[in-house]
């Protein structure tokens, strides 16, 4: 079948999707989009990744970073979003890349796609069982086993290799993934509800520190703005800003996600370019205001810990926001998990639906109408992830994919403004079809490019097995070739 007729046939198959979408319930609203937006993004990148980036990186120019990643993020999103306006059924950038890019570039987006959901909740299930000692022994003056509470594995810098720690396992890591897990399978509707109740705790902790923390700003700390640098690249200076927007760029993880839920929205077309961006919009300027107000109450040197807001909340003195923090910091990675172990089992359905996943992974339960068995089938190996993994290496695989996945959505907008000018979009990247993509592919693309070796080795082993599984059984079993079989 020649290239441009199976493209068309790919996006009219698409189309055809969306009339139908196989069983899920569409319930979601613009305001639920918004929300789940808000849950995937505010998470590990305010509560921890802000502070490190501060101390190692950018200093106080930090809020910089926070910026530049968010103008990757805007771009990426943007592109997102007149793709999901317009093919509006589940799969996210997998689905994108069907449609513009044939099927061998949209395999290859969805396996990355399955590295970053799954890989990013287990680094967040990390996190959060890091704050959820804490505030045990906060509350309690328990301190719980490391044995029991810390991964048996971490990334040894020095060796360039994996050593054993002497733990055992990361049971807390485990506990929430497993939990979230159950929340998902019940429904998409419930899981919605649970999320936004989530969302106004985190938020309204995040504002609480805002508040009470800006009269403690000392300007003192905020000279110089822009550290010089120390001789090394990403130490500071400019290269340290950008070094550090790499870093933080984990925090604007979780936008994308929105777009899986394609299937399961009342008005996909209007809806969805909502949900992406204005969730970007609000996480872009809590973020902002959270580094600036930080940096100021703490001097940068200082903020190198695993639970930096509570070091500007101790700087303060103002002791009872710190439980309130620790609370707020547990219901916003439980959200973030939430967001993306319910993407991850959606790229699965789209995938199968397509015939390159067995067909199993396509079932949607008869009560519930979720994918139940791909929902439970991720859960279980999140939890094994994040129960023995380093949170470094799990972080920087997640960061990296979802990049990639923005460099595919950017160049696919592009393509198929080209091959497709006919198919009605309700939302249209501003500025032509060219600019934004272009910037985006670039913003994303140049962050890529600051990746450490072993990150960029992990990424192609994992697209290596991708490949295998692609010519080994997906092709085969396409439901758009026509050699395939039914």
């Not at 055809?16 to 989009?33: F, M, Q, S, V, Y």
């Not at 029991?148 to 990334?155: A, G, N």
């Not at 929902?375 to 290496?393: E, F, H, K, Q, Y």
């Amino acid at each position: 079948m020649p290239h441009s007729l199976l493209a068309r046939k790919s996006i009219d198959h698409l189309h055809a999707d969306a009339e139908h979408p196989h069983g899920l319930k569409r319930t979601l609203t613009a305001r639920d989009l918004v929300l789940l937006g808000i849950g995937g993004i505010i998470g590990t990148g305010i509560f921890v990744l802000t502070g490190r980036a501060a101390a190692a990186n950018a200093g106080p120019a930090v809020a910089l970073s926070f910026t530049i990643a968010a103008f990757a993020a805007a771009f990426a999103g943007l592109c997102y979003s007149e793709m999901a306006s317009m093919i509006p059924v589940a799969g996210s950038a997998y689905t994108y890349a069907y449609a513009t890019m044939g099927e061998l570039i949209a395999w290859i987006i969805g396996w990355d796609l399955i590295l970053e959901y799954l890989v990013g909740a287990a680094t967040v299930s990390v996190g959060w069982s890091g704050y959820m000692c804490a505030f045990v022994k906060h509350v309690t003056g328990w301190t719980l086993p490391t044995a029991w509470t810390t991964s048996p594995l971490v990334w040894s810098e020095a060796h360039h290799s994996v050593q054993f720690t002497g733990a055992i396992i990361n049971l807390p890591a485990v506990f929430i993934t497993l939990l979230v897990t159950g929340i998902l399978v019940v429904g998409i509707k419930e899981s919605a509800r649970f999320n936004s109740v989530i969302v106004v705790i985190k938020v309204a902790v995040v504002l609480l520190f805002i508040f009470a923390a800006a009269p403690f700003v000392r300007g003192e700390n905020w000279q110089p703005f822009i550290p010089e640098n120390t001789g090394k690249f990403g130490q500071f200076g400019f290269s340290g800003i950008m070094q550090g927007a790499t870093m933080v760029f984990f925090a604007y993880i979780g936008f994308d996600a929105v777009s899986t839920a394609a299937q399961e929205t009342r008005n996909p077309r209007r809806d969805l370019p909502i949900g992406i961006l204005g969730s970007l919009a609000v996480c872009t300027v809590l973020y902002i205001a959270v580094s600036l107000i930080l940096t100021g109450v703490v001097p940068y040197t200082e903020l190198s810990v695993p639970h930096p807001i509570a070091v500007g909340i101790a700087a303060t003195g103002v002791r009872w926001l710190e439980s309130a923090v620790e609370i707020g910091a547990i219901a916003g990675l439980s959200s973030v998990m939430m967001v993306l172990l319910m993407g991850q089992p959606r790229i699965f359905f789209s995938m199968a639906h397509d015939g390159l996943l067995p067909s199993f992974a396509a079932r949607v339960h008869k009560r519930f109408g979720t994918p139940h068995v791909t929902t439970i089938a991720t859960g279980l190996v999140c939890a094994v992830a994040g129960g023995v993994l380093p949170i470094d290496i799990l972080g920087e695989l997640t960061s990296i994919g979802t990049l990639f996945a923005f460099v595919l959505v950017s160049v696919g907008v592009m393509i198929l403004r080209l091959k497709r000018p006919d198919i009605p979009r309700a939302f249209k990247v501003p500025g032509g079809p060219y600019l934004i993509p272009i910037l985006g592919a670039l913003f994303s693309g140049g962050l890529m490019a600051t990746a450490t070796t072993h990150t960029l080795i992990r990424l192609f082993a994992w697209m290596g097995i991708g490949l295998v599984i692609y010519f080994g059984y997906s092709r085969k079993h396409s439901k758009l070739r026509p050699s395939s079989p039914r």
